[in-house]
Antibody
Framework: EVQLVESGGGLVQPGGSLRLSCAVS????????MSWVRQAPGKGLEWVSV???????YYADSVKDRFTISRDNSKNTLYLQMNSLTAEDTAVYYC????????????WGQGTLVTVSS | SYVLTQPPSVSVAPGKTARITCGGN??????VHWYQQRPGQAPILVIY???ARPSGIPERFSGSNSGDTATLTISRVEAGDEADYYC???????????FGGGTKLTVL
């Protein structure tokens, strides 16, 4: 059975940092394309970042140079390191498997809430 | 960057057909994917590559894509179909995933 379980969300002050984790079972993180998608309260879905099976990474302009996507193959876990957080980063963050480069996001986690506030 | 445009809301009576559009420049040349999101839940895939249905998704859900518009069609709409629906493509020029703004489907 495929499962994606995010963790690491919480309350953080503006300018602070947080690392999200996405523990995956049922398929290999290293052999797949993995994305982070976020959703601000009451808003739509916003793609954040992707890591390809070959290791290439890409970021939305809104998070580039502040967020870093990575993976630990031994733990089959995806990460999102978030630095210099602002109130605009407040959202539920989902990890998802991207079937291939132009493919669908076919498996999603349940999401973890990040709140940036003083 | 590539933009996908969806109507903010669509309303339909139970048993009728709902059509949700997703507009984009030559979107017919792209593979469009559709997601359903109920309140408080994660999105789920309902249509991929324009018209393919994942296992477990009812046949009432179908998709098409041509020219500048992709369409998600839900036949014989049920109360349980009430949700937000998002279209999505991949922008090859930037290697970015692009979502439409989402459409709230209301079952009257």
């Amino acid at each position: 059975e495929v499962q994606l379980v995010e963790s690491g969300g919480g309350l953080v002050q503006p300018g602070g940092s947080l690392r999200l984790s996405c523990a995956v079972s049922g398929f290999s993180v290293s052999g797949n394309y993995m994305s982070w998608v976020r959703q601000a309260p009451g808003k739509g879905l916003e793609w954040v970042s992707v890591i390809y099976s070959g290791g290439s990474t890409y970021y939305a302009d809104s998070v580039k140079d502040r967020f870093t996507i990575s993976r630990d193959n031994s733990k089959n876990t995806l990460y999102l390191q978030m630095n210099s957080l602002t109130a605009e980063d407040t959202a539920v963050y989902y990890c998802a498997r991207q079937y291939q480069r132009n493919g669908q996001l076919d498996y999603w986690g349940q999401g973890t809430l990040v709140t940036v506030s003083s | 960057s590539y933009v996908l445009t969806q109507p903010p809301s669509v309303s339909v009576a139970p048993g009728k057909t709902a059509r949700i559009t997703c507009g984009g420049n030559n979107v017919g040349n792209e593979g469009v994917h559709w997601y359903q999101q109920r309140p408080g839940q994660a999105p789920i895939l309902v249509i991929y590559y324009d018209s393919a249905r994942p296992s477990g998704i009812p046949e009432r859900f179908s998709g098409s894509n041509s020219g500048d518009t992709a369409t998600l069609t839900i036949s014989r709409v049920e109360a349980g179909d009430e949700a937000d629906y998002y279209c999505q493509v991949w922008d090859s020029s930037s290697d970015h995933v692009i979502f439409g703004g989402g459409t709230k489907l209301t079952v009257l």
